[in-house]
């Protein structure tokens, strides 16, 4: 129930689940109605991790009511603007200094069986959006038996590399759509429902490595040495060496970009969400440079342009 007479209401926003948003305002002040069909979406996870994250420190919302029969909650407003909105070259140092600082919070109150594994079983089913959704669906391709033995040689380097790396809380979309600008404990964090337990590196990824908006690389590694300074003088179990930190930074992105290129093709193909597809190029330049940087990758950057250069010949265009 809202405060007051309710004044407005408006689409806050839609994510690329079954969840929406509404603005309600009253006369003197606005909140957020989550709207998380029961049938598609359970909202227990969303309340639990509100409560973690808002504990270690994060800035989340504030949960007013909850009608979890019906799937709605009333949370408090954090307003419109994105981070994706408010970067750009001035502001991009203090607004990613207060991500890696909110980052670092969460991290460190992490402890094992609080929140799912982020395990062997999860990390495949997520690789396997690739060869599913963007090389079959997509491009239209079927790899052949050899192309498949290199992709699963691929998969089992990357997944090795990926279960290795220390293990904190990890958000999962810790991203420029799902920060929002606040005037005070800035960011506020949203999007936080399918957080695990996880590899150190995977909420950097995804900042760092935006799908949304992209940097030059000498400015992601000024931010990451930053946030592997402060993570090492918080306690963090990052790795002693930088480099090897970079390395793991690195191949978890390849699993994350991997992922994420099966999960555009499926929002554009099955929930008719095309507007993903523009941000396809991007996540494949990532891919790409990180596959060219390790020997153990250089065959799996084979199979891109392999499929790719199929695609091509069948009339697809990326």
Known sequence: MLPGPLAGLEVASADASFRRYFRARTADASYIVMDAPPEHEDCRPYLHIARLFHAAGANTPEILADNLAEGFLLLTDFGSTTYLMALNDA??????????????????????GELPDYDEALLRRELMLFPDWYVARHLGVELTDR????????????????????????????????????????????????????????????????????????????????????????????????ADFYRDFEWMGVQRHIKVLGIFARLCHRDGKAGYLNDMPRVMHYLRRACERYGELRPFLGLLDAVEGKAAEVGYTF
């Open 91 to 112: 502001t991009a140092d203090r607004l990613y200094r207060d991500a890696n600082a909110a980052l670092v919070k969460i991290q460190a109150a992490g402890r094992p």
């Open 147 to 242: 192309q498949k033995a290199v992709m699963e040689a691929a998969f089992a380097a990357i997944l090795a590399n990926n279960l290795a790396q220390p293990r904190v809380y990890v958000h999962r979309d810790w991203h420029s759509r799902n920060l929002m600008v606040t005037g005070q404990d800035n960011p506020g964090v949203l999007d936080f429902q399918d957080a695990v337990y996880g590899p150190i590196t995977y909420d950097l990824v995804s900042i760092y490595k935006d799908a949304y908006i992209g940097w030059d690389e000498e400015r992601v590694l000024d931010w990451l040495i930053r946030y592997w300074q402060d993570a090492r003088a918080a306690g963090l179990p990052v790795r002693a060496d930088f």
